[in-house]
């Protein structure tokens, strides 16, 4: 009995995987296929970067801000007083490379790849993309593309801008609001930070920007239902790509070196 309700749920898995897949290479193919829908891009460009600055600002702000708490606590608790300069790596690699990345990515899939789902779904229940297919048009070519590229782009530079909040939120925790000796504190960030730090995060940030796109897309192609099928289809984004953020986040940390 057991065997006969696992068999449809791996076949389901199965399935939509081989869904994502083909939907994530035509999306690549049509990347290179002229002519561009420049202006499709320029608005996923604004509507994936611009419109999610304030978010991030304040997502990276306050986790900047907790994990500087964080770390002063815990050299103040077991190391002693004093040593709380001894931090700014820490803090500055643990943003770089993990908390940043995840925190941004997050909130781009609850807020671009939920819209992504959305537009796309609504355009599949009232027959607007039938009508695409009906005048000539590709609408992988025409509607999935530019937000893969557009999100692969703008994912790693809100991140690069998430870093550079992060780590001023830390610092202004442990240097301006609790009186670490701010030139310890700078020395030894300086002395441990590199820049392939933070190009860890950039790498993982340009496979979460690829992750959202597919998933909102390929969730909006296959809506069906009506509008309860259309909410459903925006939750399913959500959800989907944030536990795939997740998993990938454990799975790059692991391939990634940690120095080059």
């Not at 994990?67 to 500055?92: C, V």
């Not at 496979?207 to 399913?236: D, H, N, P, S």
């Amino acid at each position: 009995m057991e065997k006969q309700v696992w068999i449809p749920f791996f076949s389901s898995f199965f399935c939509q995987l081989g869904q994502v897949y083909d939907l994530a290479l035509r999306g690549f193919r049509a990347i290179f296929q002229k002519p561009f829908e420049k202006k499709n891009f320029w608005q996923q460009l604004e509507e994936v970067g611009v419109n999610s600055l304030p978010v991030v600002s304040l997502t990276a702000a306050f986790g900047g801000l907790v994990f500087g708490l964080q770390t002063y606590l815990a050299f103040h608790r077991y190391i002693g007083p004093g040593s709380e300069s001894q931090g700014g790596p820490i803090i500055a690699v643990g943003l770089c490379r993990e908390l940043i990345p995840i925190l941004v990515g997050l909130m781009v899939a609850g807020r671009v790849g939920s819209a992504m789902a959305a537009e796309i779904g609504t355009m599949k229940i009232t027959e607007q993309i039938d009508a695409l297919f009906s005048l000539g048009a590709n609408p992988v070519k025409y509607l999935v593309a530019p937000r893969i590229l557009a999100s692969m782009i703008m994912v790693p530079c809100l991140t690069l801008y998430g870093d550079v909040i992060g780590i001023f939120g830390g610092y202004t925790y442990n240097v301006l609001l609790m009186k670490v000796n701010k030139t310890l504190y700078l020395q030894n960030t300086l002395k441990y930070f590199e820049m392939w730090d933070i190009s860890v995060g950039l790498i993982k940030a340009l496979v979460f920007g690829l992750v959202i796109a597919i998933v909102g897309c390929w969730q909006g192609m296959t809506a069906e239902g009506g509008a309860e099928g259309v909410g459903r289809a925006t939750t399913k984004s959500v959800v989907v790509a944030s536990i795939t953020i997740l998993i990938m986040n454990f799975f790059l940390s692991k391939i990634l070196p940690a120095d080059l």
